[in-house]
């Protein structure tokens, strides 16, 4: 029988991967973060079974991680360096150049809607999870992500006219 952690958590992995990634744009350190925050989560296992959003939670842990390191290294500047993703599906030359031109773009976005923008055209997230995971209101969701999509939709436009 497999326990709580292996269940409801472990298969949570990916999805704060990528999360993570988004935030600090490296591989080593952003797996190193979600095993700190797996820790916690199979030490807490009892409190977590009952827990309202455990998806919230998760998220939140992991934020709080990424916010002790850099405060603990002294590296703020390292949250805004954003490097590009990579697409690692078999597409067109152009649809792959739209996509990266579109994770660039992403970079200039709050990081609220940079969050809500990956969780829904990235992860494929709907609406109603999204609140969930984030905590946050559907109307909140909404309105960032229409503000998300609106200031990237510009910057392609300008990009193609200049």
């Known amino acids: 029988m497999k326990s709580f952690f292996e269940t409801h958590i472990w298969p949570k992995r990916s999805k704060l991967y990528r999360l993570v990634y988004l935030w600090i744009r490296d591989r080593a350190l ?3 973060l979600i095993q700190n925050v797996f820790e916690k989560s199979f030490q807490k296992e009892g409190e977590l079974k009952n827990h309202p959003n455990l998806s919230g939670w ?4 992991l934020k709080n991680e990424v916010l002790m390191h850099y405060r603990s290294s002294k590296r703020w500047e390292d949250l805004d360096g954003l490097e590009e993703i990579q697409v690692n599906e078999p597409v067109n030359e152009e649809t792959k150049e739209s996509v990266r031109k579109v ?10 809607q940079q969050e809500i923008f990956q969780l829904r055209e990235v992860e494929g997230m709907s609406y109603e999870e999204i609140a969930d995971y984030l905590e946050i209101s559907m109307e909140q969701v ?4 229409h503000r998300a999509r609106t200031k ?6 300008a990009m ?3």
């Open 142 to 145: 909404k309105v960032n992500l």
């Open 58 to 61: 998760l998220v939140k842990s």
């Open 152 to 157: 990237i939709r510009e910057k392609m436009i």
């Open 30 to 32: 952003a797996e190193d």
């Open 160 to 162: 193609k006219a200049g």
């Open 103 to 112: 994770m660039i773009l992403m970079k200039d976005l709050p990081l609220k």
